[in-house]
Nanobody
């Protein structure tokens, strides 16, 4: 069993930065791919970024590529999402998720259905 807790959300002006953290319990977390998703009011949940178990491979949504960076520190059981050059359209609740399922390429983790564990989410609000 893995429990995920997100933190680091808040209110920031456009152009600003935030770093989200996803802290995990469970000794096998280090073996799992982890992703970030977001959901804005009235919209469906969408993929943001994912990272494989050892941090060697990452994938990003086109909308955040070049602005967001996903990373992990397995010694701390934590995955991060560094968000720079934030835009009002980045406003959403951000969720981290962990997948116990092995996939050959990190691109496979774009699909939310491969994830087994989800956090409660953290609100990110970007003002114009």
């Amino acid at each position: 069993q893995v429990q995920l807790v997100e933190s680091g959300g808040g209110l920031v002006q456009a152009g600003g930065s935030l770093r989200l953290s996803c802290a995990a319990s469970g000794r096998t977390f280090n073996s799992y791919a982890t992703g970030w998703f977001r959901q804005a009011p009235g919209k469906e949940r969408e993929f943001v970024a994912a990272i494989n178990w050892n941090g060697g491979s990452t994938v990003y949504a086109d909308s955040v590529k070049g602005r967001f960076t996903i990373s992990r520190d397995n010694a701390k059981n934590t995955v991060y999402l560094q968000m720079n050059s934030l835009k009002p359209e980045d406003t959403a609740v951000y969720y981290c998720a962990s997948s116990t399922r092995y996939r050959r390429t990190v691109v496979s983790y774009i699909n939310s259905e491969v994830y087994d564990y989800w956090g409660q989410g953290t609100q990110v609000t970007v003002s114009a």
